[in-house]
Nanobody, 123 residues
Framework: QVQLVESGGGLVQAGGSLRLSCTAS????????MVWFRQAPGKEREFVAA????????WAPDSKEGRFTIYRDNAKNTVYLQMNSLKPDDTAVYYC????????????????WGQGTQVTVSS
């Protein structure tokens, strides 16, 4: 069982930056592929970025590469999402999730989810 707690959300102006954190309980954090999704009101959950268990492979959709960076610190049981050049369209609740083995971009593959953290980008 893994419990995930996100933090770092808030209100930011367009063009600004935020860093989200997701801290996991337990001793086997490095066994889990980690991912960030987001969900805006009235929209489906959307894949944001994923990272491998060791942190050596990280990827994000083309639309977010260069603005969003995912990385992890296994010694701290934490995965991060650095978001730069934020846009109003980035407004959403951001969730981290974990699964054993490799990461994917399909939400249904993930066994454990955090409660989410709200990110609001004003224009």
């Amino acid at each position: 069982q893994v419990q995930l707690v996100e933090s770092g959300g808030g209100l930011v102006q367009a063009g600004g930056s935020l860093r989200l954190s997701c801290t996991a309980s337990g001793r086997t954090f490095s066994s889990y592929g980690m991912v960030w999704f987001r969900q805006a009101p009235g929209k489906e959950r959307e894949f944001v970025a994923a990272i491998s268990r060791g942190g050596d492979i990280a990827w994000a959709p083309d639309s977010k590469e260069g603005r969003f960076t995912i990385y992890r610190d296994n010694a701290k049981n934490t995965v991060y999402l650095q978001m730069n050049s934020l846009k109003p369209d980035d407004t959403a609740v951001y969730y981290c999730a974990a699964k054993t083995g490799g990461s994917t971009n399909y939400a249904g593959h993930y066994d454990y989810w955090g409660q989410g953290t709200q990110v609001t980008v004003s224009s």
